[in-house]
């Protein structure tokens, strides 16, 4: 994978989750869970890139969800940005990446990022929001896995050529 598909496949995927997000996420609702578009495609693109690059990612994620909602920022940035560098990171402890990793990291990492923002910006239902919490983790480890391996076709050519 090169610098430049990555870049543009980041802009592209990031504007494809910002406008999923404000358009359909909300009517993807289950008893009050529905997917972060963001997070969902932050951690397995975060997968495949530096941790830098994960933190970036994350960091653009977070305004874009932060201007989109016409929120106070701070917490956006800060809980995508640290998602976003701890999938990066995560490649680190040698395990082999597929699709099932994704899944689960996207998982943790949803629940990880959640929790930054509720900490950074209390709801006014603690208890419902840590059920919400729960319920969009696991939406987003479903879906992650589709998410994973396309982008495993787009960023890698052995993928797309059937080598691997």
Do not use: C, E
């Amino acid at each position: 994978m090169n610098r430049t598909s990555l870049i543009v496949t980041s802009v592209v995927g990031l504007w494809i989750a910002i406008v999923l997000q404000q358009s359909v996420a909300v009517k993807l609702a289950i008893f009050g869970a529905r997917p972060d578009f963001l997070l969902l495609f932050v951690v397995p693109l975060s997968l495949m890139t530096s941790r830098a690059g994960g933190a970036t990612l994350g960091f653009f994620a977070g305004l874009l969800h932060g201007a989109a909602t016409g929120a106070f920022m701070a917490q956006y940035v800060a809980s995508r940005a640290v998602a976003g560098f701890m999938g990066s990171w995560s490649r680190g402890i040698g395990m082999h990446v597929n699709w099932g990793v994704a899944s689960v990291t996207t998982i943790i990492l949803t629940v990880v990022a959640r929790l930054i923002f509720m900490f950074l910006a209390a709801p006014p239902g603690v208890l419902r929001f840590l059920g919400d919490t729960i319920g969009s983790a696991m939406y987003n480890g479903v879906l992650a896995i589709p998410v994973y391996m396309l982008l495993q076709w787009v960023l890698n050519p052995k993928v797309r050529s059937g080598l691997r």
